[in-house]
């Protein structure tokens, strides 16, 4: 046991050393380490944050073919220091009529809920900052708090287009929480725990190759719950003026605008670790764990570069549809998905591995082929009501050549 | 002092304070946020009591569900949101004496309780806390039908939301 195969017991060990031997009570001394260790992932998270701002400049600029921040710094790197800098020295303003308390806790809460998800990531399996054997629950405990924060930005602003955001921002991620919750229980179901890191250790086969609707399902209800496009009428610059921070200048909003990238990228690292192995890549996290780092962040940004694809190609949708995609769509095929895909988790998991693999994935595909049927046969029969039974008949004929 | 007992001073000190100011409080915004307070405080006493499932479903249940319910309802029926209604009605004394009463009955029934000064067993290694939870609710010698009449209840609930707020179009 060295340094680069468990760099946090040793350093912890090095540390502990030091303090008794300068008297400090070992309890006193213990939660000083830990201490150290949450200030030094935060610190680490800040920063990737700030570089991340950069990373969404460069990305959004190279999709709508342009170039992007080139003139401070070598590529425009220096941009972000320079964003931060111009939010930290602006006039902090409060607006007439608001309730200073709720209105400055706002984008503090918003920011803890997004940093207090770091504490069960796994980077490696020896480097997590707490191995809770519940961590999907933490999950959606944090976005709970997400949601607080949101309300509480957009009540205390004293501002109807803030409250109009908010509350649509809310009722969105209040409803995309139940389908997300149910393709949660598929890694559950199909690793047999609720905690990071045994989810990770039971993906001999990525479990996308086993669900792989469950992570299409996941990623859309995950982007709604960031509410980013083409979830983020709470946030549509044209229909609400920026909603529910509207009102906020200066570093209150560098944090809600630096929190949901972050979240952003924070979902992208969930994303891989529920479906896409983690840290694991054919034994690679075994050799070091600063390996296994490496992994699990090259993962993290391959999510947050689809999630960022998605942002920037697709039209915003309109909040009835929102919500009715939800209700009736997402959440009856979530709920069926997972009995599904526990029911043949149970059935096949004994037989040979090619059956399991290609008897979930067939399901899945299967499943995903017949709602989308379901849906169309549906909206055919609103057509045929709203336009009358031969134009209806006329587009499908179209529609089907 | 235990660093276990100063955490859980600290704790429902915090919890107890939030509980008066979600009672106390002129703006009603402000006593729901503070009951948020009060529910995280609970949330926390959970886990010094190794129970950190319960603790977590604690804050998404009550905080992220049931909280954001009450602000929500506030916010929806109020006219003016900053309206100040007087806090005490005529019959505080009575609630004030029956409040003195319940403590005080309390405090003398846990007097002679002598586990204030023991410390709580740790679980045998390999107790899984989570999975007794998990049988317990749905084996037929446990608590199966009460799980199962209490989903009968929640579905009722959520039918009757539905109609009331049904728009006959």
Redesign the interface.
């Known amino acids: 046991m060295n340094f680069w195969n468990d760099p946090l017991k040793i350093a912890a060990d090095w540390l502990m050393g030091i303090f008794t031997s300068w008297g400090m009570p070992e309890?006193g001394a213990q939660a000083l380490i830990a201490f150290l260790g949450i200030f030094l992932l935060i610190a680490i998270l800040m920063v990737l944050d700030i570089f991340l701002v950069w990373i969404e400049r460069k990305v959004v600029a190279r999709f709508q073919d342009r170039i992007g921040p080139n003139r401070l710094g070598p590529y425009g790197l220096m941009q972000p220091f320079a964003d931060i800098v111009k939010l930290l020295i602006k006039e902090d303003t409060t607006p007439a009529?608001a309730?200073k308390?709720?209105y400055n806790i706002a984008p503090m809460l918003s920011m803890m809920s997004v940093l207090i998800l770091w504490a069960i990531v796994p980077l490696a399996p020896v480097i997590l900052g707490v191995d809770?054997?519940?961590g999907i629950?933490?999950l959606?405990?944090a976005?709970?708090?997400g949601?607080?924060s949101i309300?509480?930005a957009g009540?205390s602003s004293n501002n109807k287009f803030a409250?109009v955001g908010a509350?649509r921002q809310?009722a969105v991620m209040?409803s995309f929480?139940v389908p997300m919750l149910a393709m949660l229980l598929i890694p559950t179901v199909l690793s047999g725990s609720?905690g990071m890191n045994a989810i990770i250790q039971k993906q001999d086969i990525w479990f996308v190759a086993l669900a792989p609707l469950g992570a299409l399902i996941f990623l859309i209800a995950a982007i709604a719950e960031l509410g980013r496009a083409p979830f983020d009428m709470a946030e549509g610059e044209s229909e609400l003026v920026s909603g529910y921070n509207i009102e906020y200048s200066g570093m209150k909003f560098g944090m809600f605008y630096a929190g949901e990238l972050l979240h952003a990228f924070t979902f992208g690292g969930f994303w891989s670790i529920l479906f896409f192995g983690g840290y694991r890549f054919f034994g690679l996290e075994k050799v070091s764990p600063f390996l296994a780092i490496a992994v699990i962040l090259f993962k993290a940004m391959i999510g947050y570069w689809i999630i960022m694809w998605v942002k920037y190609t697709m039209l915003r949708i309109r909040i009835d549809h929102m919500l009715a995609f939800n209700w009736k769509f997402l959440t009856p095929l979530s709920f069926v998905l997972l009995m599904m895909t526990a029911l043949l988790n149970a059935l096949l998991r004994g037989g040979s591995t090619w059956l399991y693999i290609s008897g979930m994935f067939l399901s899945n595909v299967l499943l995903a082929w017949s709602a989308l049927e379901i849906a169309r046969t549906y909206s055919r029969r609103e057509r045929e009501k709203a336009e009358g039974p031969k134009q209806a008949l006329g587009v499908v004929a179209e529609v089907h050549h | 002092m235990t660093?276990q007992q100063i955490i859980f001073l600290v704790v429902s000190f915090v919890t107890l304070g939030s509980a008066l100011m979600v009672v106390t409080s002129r703006?009603l915004?402000?006593a729901a946020?503070w009951l948020?307070s009060t529910l995280f405080g609970v949330a926390i006493i959970y886990t010094l009591l190794n129970a950190?499932?319960l603790a977590?479903?604690q804050?998404?249940v009550y905080?992220?569900?049931i909280?954001?319910l009450f602000?929500?309802a506030v916010?929806l029926t109020r006219k003016d949101?900053?309206d100040q209604s007087p806090q005490l009605n005529r019959n505080w004394w009575m609630g004030a004496l029956l409040a003195v009463v319940t403590f005080g009955g309390l405090f003398s029934l846990l007097q002679s309780w002598s586990g204030f000064s023991k410390t709580a067993a740790d679980f045998p290694s390999g107790f899984d806390a989570?999975g007794r939870l998990g049988e317990a609710l749905v084996s037929p010698d446990a608590f199966v039908l009460p799980f199962e009449v209490a989903s009968v209840l929640l579905l009722a609930a959520l039918v009757g939301a539905v109609y009331l707020a049904f728009n006959r179009k």
Do not use: C, P, Q
């Open positions: 309890i009529g309730d308390v709720v809770l054997n519940v629950l933490f959606i405990a976005g709970s708090i949601t607080l309300i509480m009540w409250m509350f809310v209040i929480e609720m | 660093a703006n915004i402000h946020l948020v950190g499932f977590v479903v804050v998404v905080i992220g569900a909280a954001i602000i929500f916010m949101m900053r989570i």
